[in-house]
């Protein structure tokens, strides 16, 4: 039986469209890649587990604090800032009464008038004698006398000059200027007050790196040291925290609380704290500093738990198996597996894969490292056969 023209060219259209959908796919097959955008994680530090940290109460301090004196005594005649301003460098707080320092410093100009006018008279004696004792009509020794107290007479100028310029200085100083950028944290000073040269008038707490100052006890000075990593929490923040690490611990013990002074500094967002709150400082008991994570974090590979754990040079994420505790309400301690440094995600690990790029975010959708991220090539998937 003979086909028909028609019949024969659709026999042929087939052919064509089967071939063409083979090639697509081969090619596909072959390395064709698209490229995935990153998936924006909410990412969080492990923190000390409640039932494994010591909690201490603290203060927030700046980590610069300078007690401001005059350089000289006097009557304190103004104030000009009080507790809690803003000043910047070179700005004058305080004003002494300068009469006295003034009238010191007009003594000490007259002073150094009459010293060269006694110069000038020397030096024109000098002259004299000169040239007498060149036409030998005055003896040696009389032309190095006159030598003599001309250089003495330059010697008191030199003095009087100095004597001058320090009464200047001095006047200078009745006026307090801020050494640098801060806050006043205290005053120990008023108008009307007479004060002595190095008294503290004011405390600046310099801007900058703001820590929590608190106390050791005995008990636990063996077992924490220099650099430990610990947890903060701010009393006007319940039960948001930040990792810090103790950056300095006294060497003596105070003789009255027979406590050692520690110092934390606190990696908190900009404004999270401020001068003079109230803040907790958790310290593990335990030399391996036990961690907990939220339950969210938690992922179930093979029965065991694992987090994933976020790699912010090359801003994606691994799975990482970790040793849990006994769960809580909400979080659960973590025996192993994570540092107190690391950024691990907190909810939404069911949707990642290990390996995958990730932009990292905080609770406030903002990026918590200014990482470069690209685009990480997917091949396309091979049709079954």
Not at 97 to 126: I, K, V, Y
Request: glycine residues 8%; contains cysteine.
């Amino acid at each position: 039986m003979r086909s028909s023209p028609h019949t024969a060219f659709r026999l042929s259209a087939w052919t064509l469209v089967a071939f063409s959908s083979l090639f697509l796919l081969s090619a596909c097959g072959r390395g064709g890649a698209v490229e995935e955008t990153p998936r924006p994680v909410l990412v969080t530090h492990p923190t000390a587990s409640d039932h494994t940290a010591s909690a201490f109460a603290g203060d927030v301090r700046a980590r610069e604090e300078s007690p401001l004196s005059f350089r000289v005594g006097g009557k304190l005649v103004q104030r000009n800032v009080d507790v809690g301003d803003h000043v910047r460098a070179g700005q004058v707080l305080a004003t002494l009464d300068p009469g006295d320092l003034q009238a010191q410093a007009r003594a000490a100009q007259a002073q150094l008038a009459a010293a060269e006018a006694e110069l000038a008279r020397a030096r024109a004696d000098q002259a004299r004698f000169a040239k007498l004792a060149n036409e030998q009509l005055v003896s040696r020794s009389t032309l190095d006398a006159q030598n003599a107290a001309a250089i003495a007479a330059q010697g008191q100028v030199n003095a009087a000059r100095a004597d001058l310029e320090v009464a200047r200085n001095q006047a200078a100083y009745s006026q307090l200027r801020a050494t640098r950028d801060g806050v006043i944290a205290a005053r120990q000073a008023e108008a009307g007050q007479v004060v002595a040269a190095g008294q503290s008038v004011f405390t600046l707490a310099a801007d900058g790196v703001r820590e929590i100052a608190f106390a050791l006890p005995e008990t636990m000075i063996a077992n924490v040291k220099a650099g430990e990593v610990v947890q903060v929490e701010a009393w006007s923040r319940p039960g948001q925290r930040w990792n810090g690490r103790i950056r300095e611990i006294s060497p003596a013990a105070d003789p009255a609380s027979r406590t050692f002074a520690a110092r934390v500094t606190v990696d908190a967002p900009a404004g999270a704290i401020e001068l003079g709150q109230s803040a907790r400082v958790y310290l593990p008991t335990n030399g391996n500093g036990a961690l907990s994570v939220p339950i969210a974090a938690l992922q179930r590979e093979g029965g065991k738990a694992s987090v994933f754990v976020v790699d912010m040079k090359s801003s994606t994420v691994k799975l990482r198996p970790v040793q849990t505790g006994a769960f809580g309400e909400d979080r659960v301690p973590v025996q192993g597996g994570l540092e107190a440094d690391e950024w691990i995600v907190a909810a939404g690990g069911h949707l990642l894969r290990d390996g995958q790029k990730v932009q990292p975010v905080d609770r406030d959708n903002r990026p918590v490292a200014a990482l470069p991220i690209t685009a990480r090539p997917v091949a396309a998937a091979t049709p079954a056969r």
